[in-house]
Nanobody, 114 residues
Framework: QVQLVESGGGLVQPGGSLRLSCAASGFTFGYYAMQWYRQAPGKERELVAHIRSIGGSTNYADSVKGRFTISRDNAKNMVYLQMNSLKPEDTAVYYC???????WGQGTQVTVSS
């Protein structure tokens, strides 16, 4: 069956870094653009980063541009989110999503706090 499994979240101090990973299985990963979303308590889920299936072009929310980098490895069915210069407002549950599908991961918690 389709699975998207996120990992790599945790507690980090402001200014720190984390790398999130998402392992995909059960579907043709290379056909899908992949996205990272996040949802903070009391807020709507928002798109953070997007990477195309072929060519690897990327797009980012203005709030993370220059700090976050999305990448993918189609041979390993993996997508990553490198997060640098983290801020308290980055605190949220981060989700992996295959664009134009109903494939979502279970989420991984990122907490930025001193």
């Amino acid at each position: 069956q389709v699975q998207l499994v996120e990992s790599g979240g945790g507690l980090v101090q402001p200014g720190g870094s984390l790398r999130l990973s998402c392992a995909a299985s059960g579907f043709t990963f290379g056909y899908y653009a992949m996205q990272w979303y996040r949802q903070a308590p009391g807020k709507e889920r928002e798109l953070v980063a997007h990477i195309r299936s072929i060519g690897g072009s990327t797009n980012y929310a203005d709030s993370v541009k220059g700090r976050f980098t999305i990448s993918r490895d189609n041979a390993k069915n993996m997508v990553y989110l490198q997060m640098n210069s983290l801020k308290p407002e980055d605190t949220a549950v981060y989700y992996c999503h295959a664009r134009n599908s109903n494939y979502w991961g279970q989420g991984t918690q990122v907490t930025v706090s001193s």
